[in-house]
């Protein structure tokens, strides 16, 4: 290992067998599609627990667990995939779009699909490709959220929505084009460093256990070690930014969608205001949890399916 000035560690490795060696190809579009397909599979449950627990008030639920049981006893167990259709189509193709642009941002910096960016270079592009991802991820998750919270007849009456597309057209029919972009901006406030962190968070693990198990070697890691690389990745992505993912999912659960910028910093007051400090973490324990599984999953799914692409070629 060796340091480069004004960067972070650099590790000599080969190119990574998926995302560098494409850079930003066909094959990242298709392997972060399957890759999301098996995100939302293994980790919807608990991302229901964490956007109720984001959205009720206070005293509604004891706990991850009460939210998760009561879900249960009152809605049976379908009732934690509320919402699942969304992201189980939109989460596919959100993923597509965010491989591929952290593997072209990884291109850019570094003049060539081969070569081993540093983890400073890995942050930049996976920050990048946050950016670029919100433009598919913000409807997805207005979707989804408020698909989640449907039981919430004090913020959306009386109607119920079956799936994402009665609700999409809903929402444009009632506000126009701001009805399906609600809470764009945050979403980027989010996408931004979750995403410097998600990727960053794989790399440094995946070149650790590289350089302890596989002489260096990322190509040679076993599924369970890119699952576990995976996972360190998804704790790393909530870390960094999960205050503002409470802060979306209560701008895209609103009563109307907001206008300007400034709504994030509002909204950030609200729930300061009513809940302090601990209004900005609630629902960050089946946040972590869920993540081990759906980003070890994620990133497993994404770097087998390009070996297989690429050893196919």
């Known amino acids: 290992m060796s340091e480069a000035p004004g960067t972070l560690a650099v590790f000599e490795e080969p190119a990574l067998d998926g995302s560098s060696g494409s850079g930003g190809g066909w094959k990242d579009f298709a392997a972060g599609s399957l890759a999301g397909a098996a995100q939302v599979a293994v980790g919807h449950p608990l991302d229901t627990v964490k956007v109720r627990m984001q959205i009720e008030k206070a005293g509604i639920f004891k706990g991850p667990m009460d939210c998760f049981m ?38 850019l910096q570094t003049g060539s699909a081969t070569a081993t960016p540093t983890l400073g270079q890995v942050a930049i592009a996976g920050a990048g490709a946050g950016a670029v991802n919100s433009i598919l991820a913000s409807p997805v998750e207005l979707l989804k959220v408020r698909l989640q919270v449907q039981y919430n ?8 929505f079956r799936g994402p597309v009665p609700l999409a057209r809903h929402l444009f029919q009632k506000f126009g084009a701001r009805g399906i972009t609600w809470g764009f901006w945050a979403t980027v406030a989010r996408e931004i460093p979750a995403n410097a962190a998600f990727y960053t968070g794989f790399e440094f ?48 659960n609103g009563k109307e969608p907001p206008k300007g ?10 729930i300061a205001a009513e809940q302090g400090i601990r209004g900005f973490f609630r629902g960050f324990s089946p946040s972590v949890i869920r993540s081990v599984p759906a980003a070890g999953v994620t990133f497993a799914t994404y770097e087998l399916v390009m070996r297989a692409l690429n050893n196919n070629q």
Not at 221 to 240: D, E, K, N, Q, R
Not at 261 to 270: D, M, R, V
């Open 261 to 270: 910028f400034g709504y994030i910093l509002s909204t950030a007051k609200t």
């Open 70 to 107: 009561k879900t249960i006893r009152n809605e049976g167990f379908l009732g934690l995939y509320k919402g699942m259709a969304s992201p189980l189509v939109g989460i596919s193709a959100v993923n597509s779009l965010l491989f591929w642009a952290y593997s072209y941002g990884r291109t």
């Open 153 to 160: 007849t004090a913020v959306q009456g009386s109607a119920v």
């Open 205 to 252: 693990a995946k070149r650790c256990l590289a350089d302890t198990f596989a002489n260096g070697d990322s190509t040679k890691l076993s599924p369970l070690l890119l699952m576990l690389s995976g996972s360190i990745g998804g704790v790393s992505y909530w870390t960094a930014s999960y205050p503002l993912d409470v802060i979306k999912s209560r701008v895209q």
